[in-house]
């Protein structure tokens, strides 16, 4: 017959031999769960690195353009107030390069680029955009120009350094074979709904007008400069 205590011992090996299982079981349980704590403690971290970047740069992009501005002018770089003032000078017979086509050249804003012609605002994107309503310099009146100043997928935009620009200033425009210089008189803010600075007048002059202020863009700056002369 068999003794309790071979019974015993048979008890305890069966139960030893489910309980094994059941802690191999557990333990991969606990492999898999501490697996996917460090997965989700890895994207957490991406994520967060990614908002501290995303956020650092929506702080720091307006900013980048000024840094820009002062660092052409301290490298007497190309695109640098003294360099394109040279240009706004040049004659045909100089050695500095006359731009070919239709440009828009404002020393003070770091400024040359070739005026865009287009049917509506989505010219903007390409450059200083005249407005098609507005007249152009060989005929006289009212020239209006527009540029953005300042959007997060292009944070230098045309008219970034537009509050640059101070009475007395002179800008050129080559425009069809000729250039004409014009002398920069008068500065203001004004609501978007003021449509008079784009209206016609008898004098021949610039208007230029971007946003403003630069974060929180609720008015238009305005530069107004009358002509002073026409050469070539």
């Known amino acids: ?6 019974r015993s011992q048979d008890t305890l090996k069966q139960s030893a031999l489910r309980g094994r299982p059941q802690s191999e079981a557990t333990l991969s ?3 898999e769960c501490y697996d996917k704590e460090v997965k989700l403690a890895r994207i957490n971290t991406v994520l967060l690195a990614a908002i501290v970047v995303i956020n650092g740069y929506l702080l720091c992009a307006p900013f980048f353009p000024q840094l820009l501005y002062w660092w052409q002018d301290q490298q007497h770089s190309p695109g640098s107030t003294e360099a394109l003032a040279k240009v706004a000078a040049a004659k045909p017979s100089s050695h ?3 731009p070919k086509g239709d440009w828009l050249v404002v020393p003070s804003m770091h400024l040359n680029d070739q005026i865009i012609e ?10 200083p955009w005249r407005r098609p309503t507005s007249s152009t310099p060989d005929k006289g009146g009212n020239t209006v120009i527009v540029g953005h100043r300042y ?4 944070p230098r935009g045309t008219f970034y350094n537009l509050n640059k620009v101070q009475i007395g200033d002179q800008i050129a425009i080559f425009w069809q074979g000729k250039k004409y210089t014009y002398d920069v008189t008068a500065i203001s803010q004004v609501s ?3 449509t008079g600075v784009e209206a016609s007048t008898q004098d021949a002059r610039l208007t230029l007008y971007t946003c403003t202020p630069l974060w929180l863009p609720t008015d238009r700056l305005v530069v107004v400069a009358k002509l002073l002369e026409v050469k070539w």
Do not use: C
Request: hydrophobic letters at 15%.
């Open 29 to 31: 349980q606990r492999h």
């Open 96 to 98: 500095t390069p006359v």
């Open 151 to 154: 959007t997060y997928t292009n």
């Open 1 to 6: 017959m068999e003794s309790s205590s071979d």
């Open 192 to 194: 978007p709904n003021s």
């Open 118 to 127: 287009g049917k509506d605002a989505g010219a903007l994107k390409y450059g």
